[in-house]
């Protein structure tokens, strides 16, 4: 089972929390999860629906939009491929 440490409980709803128990005969403990229960079934969990990362929402410039669609910037040379030349001619 699993266990909540609330830390620090206010003082007077410690007071209250622990008149109710007494008034239904219930420890402190028993008490808690009967107002956790009622508390829960009054208003019901909505899922929440994950934020949209900034980089899902980006949008991207119109000039490199419009190089990207051109076919100006695929094909070429492989960068990795220029780059062990350079090393190569070392």
Excluded: C
């Amino acid at each position: 089972m699993s266990a909540l440490v609330i830390d620090p409980l206010p003082e007077a709803l410690h007071a209250r929390l622990k008149q109710a128990a007494e008034t239904h005969r219930r420890s402190l403990a028993q008490e808690t999860i009967v107002l956790l229960e009622f508390a829960l079934e009054q208003e019901p969990v909505s899922e929440a629906k994950p934020k949209a990362s900034y980089w899902t929402q980006r949008t991207m410039l119109p000039e490199y939009e419009a190089l990207l669609n051109s076919g100006v910037l695929s094909g070429g040379t492989d960068s990795t491929q220029i780059i062990s030349e350079e090393r190569d001619a070392r």
